[in-house]
């Protein structure tokens, strides 16, 4: 097993001290609701769009350290982006964080390369990755919205 | 006062707990989920398959003859183990879980209608909840909770306020598995009793670490799990009171549960194989009558005030943590040490001790009203069996100021 400063990095315990985008959305565009029914985690995802670009992101909830601290980098990393992008950067975040074998995307993923740890804590992948389902939730929701329309 | 009890040797009887995980030696104190295997066990379901495999109860060959008794000699040993009447009041389950459900479902449906009452307490396992939950919603029967107080003991007032005639059941853990509180059982069964209510107890929790006499207890019904209790998993026995069993409709149909079979009529099997439907964990079986036959070599008299030392020792050491809280304080406690610390969720400590070796559970612990009451999401748990040690709590300290230190 690999260290434990692999995956208890002081940019993740930064970000689960301070939280960033920790707090709701006024009149949010989407939420969307995440539970971990193994350990209680809970989380709620807000999204304000601007035709296909993310305006605002920001989260609520109860979760361990990782599920906090994957929460907040991901809110950072697709705060302003297009959807088309973050879906992007999920599906890198994704493979990542499941897939130890392949090459992170730097470049896609930036700062949510320190995560990557978390493929060696089989255990701890479902904390890191309910944020990342619950925004893939609200975003699907969203295109549902656009086609129905 | 120590008890001068010898855990290292009733240790050195358990081959899982002779090994390094994580570079660490094991210090392995999740016995609240599961327990260990001591080698006698193992030995034993090894001698079974390699020596007189055969099923039981329907062969006239020596093996199936041998494999009979010796599934047949288990139900003796649990039989003295609660101290019930009669062997045919021992059923074998799968586990707690089924034991609990085979009450809901045979003795709950028939007994149990329209407005009827059937109380449990706020510190119950999922699996003391749920099966009442689906009769009630089945029946039209209603649920009602005794509340707990923030040392984690039932309020026995409202306990006592709680009863009338349309109680028709009290199902209580014995033990807390989230909190470790021994409950006032004798108090309990009384009670319901003086109300014309029978009580089942989920001993889970309380037959790893104290001694159980069904009879002088006068519960109904006694439900606890083999895999607890250091034998095989997929184990488990329900004690009822045979003139209750007997009313009893099966719950399962199939071979061995009846006497004869028509198309028009079939005739159920006497006690207990009524309640025994198909070959049953024969393996399983024999091996939980070897896991007694250990437990009882090494007696409860001897481990019991040891583990109670350990406990103490373990909840010194704990309290003397800035920043950690204990969830469950009550006196009456056994086995069980759960605790939270402030802004470290108990995942992330779990993680942290096991890379040190440490085993302990995070989360729920399958008891999500007890989180509730204690508004917190989860709590941190380690659970004692006879074979810890003062060492491996000290262990758990270091760990716990290693959380505290990759957080600070």
Redesign the interface.
């Known amino acids: 097993m690999p260290g434990l400063s692999d995956l208890y990095q002081e940019i993740l315990l930064e970000h689960n001290s301070k939280p960033r985008n920790f707090r709701r959305v006024e009149n949010p565009s989407r939420t969307a609701e995440g539970y971990n029914p193994l350990c209680g985690d809970q989380i709620t995802v807000y999204l304000k769009m601007s035709g296909d670009i993310i305006d605002d992101v920001a989260f609520q909830g109860v979760g361990c350290a990782i599920s906090r601290a994957s929460a907040s980098m991901m809110t950072q990393s697709i705060k302003g982006k297009k959807l088309s992008e973050a879906n992007q950067i999920f599906d890198a975040f994704h493979l990542m964080v499941t897939d130890p074998i392949s090459e992170p995307d730097y470049d896609t993923l930036g700062d949510l390369e320190t995560l990557s740890g978390i493929n060696e804590y089989p255990t701890r992948i479902k904390c890191a990755i309910l944020a990342w389902h619950t925004l893939r939730s609200a975003l699907n929701d969203q295109g549902k919205k656009v086609t129905t329309e | 006062m120590p008890t001068g009890f010898d855990a290292e040797k009733v240790r050195a009887d358990f081959p899982v707990l002779q090994q390094f995980v ?1 570079g660490k030696p094991l210090v392995y104190l999740d016995n609240g989920a599961t327990s260990q295997k001591p080698q006698a066990v193992i030995d034993e379901i090894v001698r079974y398959y390699t020596t007189e495999n055969a099923n039981v109860h329907r062969g006239v060959h020596t093996l199936s003859q041998q494999a009979t008794d010796d599934y047949e000699g288990a139900r003796a040993k649990l039989r003295r183990l609660l101290n019930a009447a009669d062997d045919q009041e021992i059923i074998y389950t799968r586990g707690t879980t089924e034991g609990i459900n085979l009450v809901a479902h045979s003795y709950g449906r028939p007994n149990i209608g329209p407005g009827d009452e059937i109380i449990i307490s706020n510190m119950e396992h999922h699996s003391n909840i749920v099966p009442w939950q689906m009769l009630c919603e089945e029946k039209g029967a209603v649920l009602r909770v005794i509340p707990i107080d923030d040392t984690g003991e039932l309020l026995m007032d409202e306990y006592e306020a709680m009863l009338n005639p349309r109680t028709k059941l009290v199902s209580i853990t014995h033990v807390s598995n989230a909190l470790g509180t021994i409950q006032p059982v004798e108090q309990i069964i009384e009670m319901a009793h003086a109300h014309g209510a029978p009580v089942l107890l989920d001993g889970a929790q309380a037959v790893p670490h104290l001694p159980v006499d069904v009879r002088q207890l006068d519960c109904d019904f006694y439900v606890f799990s083999g895999h607890k209790l250091f034998g095989p998993t997929g184990t488990g026995v329900l004690y009822g009171k045979a003139e209750l069993l007997d009313a009893m409709p099966p719950m399962y149909g199939g071979g061995e549960m009846i006497k004869s079979v028509t198309f028009e009529k079939t005739i159920y099997n006497d006690l207990p194989y009524k309640f025994e439907a198909g070959t049953p964990n024969i393996a399983g079986a024999i091996g939980l009558g070897a896991a007694v036959d250990y437990v009882q070599s090494v007696g409860y008299q001897a481990f019991g005030p040891y583990e109670d030392e350990l406990l103490e020792y373990g909840t010194k050491a704990l309290s003397s943590i800035g920043g950690l809280r204990i969830i469950g304080t009550s006196p009456r406690k056994t086995g069980i040490l759960s605790f939270v610390i402030d ?6 400590i779990g ?2 001790l096991d ?1 040190e070796g440490i085993a302990v559970r ?3 612990h399958c008891a ?1 009203p007890v ?1 509730q009451r204690f508004q917190i ?2 709590t941190a748990r380690a659970s004692l069996a006879m074979y810890n040690t003062k060492a491996d709590i000290d262990a758990l300290v270091r760990g716990i100021d290693r959380v505290i230190e ?2 600070s």
């Not at chain 2, 802004?343 to 992330?348: R, S, T």
């Open positions: 994580n802004n470290i969720h108990p995942h992330d993680t942290i890379a995070t989360g729920h999500q989180m999401p989860a990759v957080f």
